[in-house]
């Protein structure tokens, strides 16, 4: 079976820190999607990215960067001089490579960023 | 471009009443989504759609929930009747194609059943 693990429930920090939301999934399948979700106060979920289980290489997009390492079975997400509007829940999400119909969320991080 | 747009945004019944709630969705997209979402978790899938067909309703509690998407683009979701574990936020979200898991969400329908 499919499952995402969010172990940090809430994380808070001061404006300018970097922080890592951290992400585990379990899945059998040996093609696979992951995802990072922003659900900021409004509601309306936001994707962030989506990486292919063969492609193992970090990526990077402004202050936000993603780790994906198989071994460990972790897609960690860090956000670097975090600033107050990167306060919102984030949520690691999987899915089966075929379609990626069928996408299981994680229970999701609470990221608070303090001025 | 006008995003995922769903009605109402808050709800509020007393338990045994029905409720429905409405999304239309980004012009083009054939894959609709319905997700529950409750207070402190992430979403869960409730049935998907590919145009008017609904291809994954396997996580939808068929005695109380219905759904339909009868032209392909907008959808309706209903409840009845509606119980007092069924407050929550439901969220619908709807993508260009099944194949790259980018959903874009709606900012949910809230509902409190008393």
């Known amino acids: 079976a499919q499952k995402v693990t969010q172990a940090q429930t809430e994380i808070s920090v001061v404006e300018k820190e970097d922080v890592t939301l951290d992400c585990v999934y379990e899945?059998?399948?040996?093609?696979?999607?992951l995802f990072w979700y922003k659900q900021p106060p409004s509601g309306e979920l936001v994707f962030l990215i989506r990486?292919?289980?063969?492609?193992?290489q970090n990526e990077i997009s402004g202050r936000y960067s993603w780790n994906f390492q198989k071994s460990t079975s972790s897609f960690n997400f860090t956000i670097t001089a975090s600033q107050v509007v990167d306060s919102a829940v984030y949520f690691c999400?999987?899915?089966?490579?075929?379609?990626?119909?069928?996408?299981?969320f994680g229970s999701g991080t609470r990221l608070s960023i303090r001025p | 471009e006008a995003g995922v747009v769903q009605s109402p945004r808050y709800k509020i019944i007393e338990k045994k009443q029905p409720v429905a709630f409405w999304c239309n969705p980004i012009?083009?997209?054939?894959?609709l989504y319905w997700y529950l979402q409750n207070l402190g978790q992430g979403p869960e899938l409730l049935i998907r759609?590919?145009?008017?067909?609904?291809?994954?309703d396997s996580q939808l509690p068929k005695d109380r929930f219905s759904a339909e998407r009868l032209k392909g683009v907008d959808s309706t979701l209903k409840i009845q009747p509606a119980e007092l574990g069924d407050s929550a936020v439901y969220l619908c979200?709807?993508?260009?194609?099944?194949?790259?898991?980018?959903?874009?969400f709606g900012e949910g329908s809230r509902l409190t059943v008393l």
């Open positions: 979200a709807s993508s260009p194609s099944i194949n790259t898991g980018e959903l874009f």
């Open positions: 899945t059998r399948d040996t093609t696979y999607y």
């Open positions: 990486r292919n289980s063969f492609d193992e």
């Open positions: 999400a999987l899915s089966e490579a075929k379609g990626a119909s069928k996408i299981i």
């Open positions: 012009s083009g997209h054939n894959t």
């Open positions: 759609y590919e145009n008017e067909e609904a291809v994954d």
